[in-house]
């Protein structure tokens, strides 16, 4: 954070809370603007929120009316919409935060549509000379049975090396960047004879290591989807530390609705037929009924849903081409 940035937040946290009728979650009002490190120089921090998870049994029993008495509590409500991927009531949530991230984390980030976006112009300001350098623990070599991945962690004689030419040329593109922006900071070119380059072509020679800030806005169910996938372990190491801060920030934000994600979507797996057929087959002739009725973690309605889901289904034959009662 720059001095500017440490000033802006000490005021923020310098204001007295002003009362309301809104809905506020103790935990997150907690996180509220205190930036959480990523990386060496990025951060993320939430700037404003909206709705907590009585908004998404709110928002559910509009559509459920009378219907919600059997689904009785709003930890029960949720994760039954989780489980079934009623997912629009999740909508009814959403977050602002501030990242700071490298460049090429961005480009990954940013592919994630369903996010408002506003990022830090270097066609208007002046980019700060800061750049990622990775840990020496985290450089490893180029995995061999995964192209999109990572194999083993580089000697430390290699990532010293590695690092040096990381480093000399990420100051060697900000050296020219100076160069070509021939700028003392206050619009005054460094050098009288030489030209000011526009700001957003001096920019283009910088690497993909040079850290840039966005504002992104998000509802709930994105939020969580965007996390099942950065958060997953075939993510890259350095989108998925961002991934992990923001669901610290998810969990304290909407306790139920992320224990019912973190059961049903990251501990949980989706099974094709052919694997669920393997299933099937290893648990024939046990005694899987009463197994399902011991467990105390499941719910009735889970228990129901589990023996449905195990038992086998009838083939299915979508060749037809006329549909419903016979034509006269
Ligand atoms: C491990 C990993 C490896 C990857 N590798 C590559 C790669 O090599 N090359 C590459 O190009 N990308 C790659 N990606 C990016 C990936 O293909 C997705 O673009 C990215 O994860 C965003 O996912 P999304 O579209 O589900 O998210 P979002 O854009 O947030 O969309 C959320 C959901 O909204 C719906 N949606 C949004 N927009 C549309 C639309 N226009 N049409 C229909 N439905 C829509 C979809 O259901 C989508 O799942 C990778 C991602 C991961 C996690």
Redesign the pocket.
Known sequence: MSEESDRELEELLAQAPVPTRRPTVAALEERLYRPVPVLDHGFVRVVDYMGDDAAIVQAARVSYGKGTRSVNTDRGLIRYLMRHRHTTPFEMCEIKLHVKLPIFVAR?WI?????NVNEYSARYSILDREFYMPRAEDLAAQASSNR?GRGDVLSAEQSERVLALLRRDAMQCYDTYETLLNDKGDGEPRDPGEPQLARELARMDLTLAYYTQWYWK?DLH?FL??LS??I?K???YEIRVYGEAMAAIAKAWCPHAWDAFDDYRLKGAVLSGAELDILRAALAGTDVAAKIEASKALSAREKRELLDKLAAEAARDFTEDVKGPARS
């Open positions: 990954q592919r994630h549509r369903t996010a999109q998000i994105n989807h965007f996938l950065r997953d075939h993510a890259q």
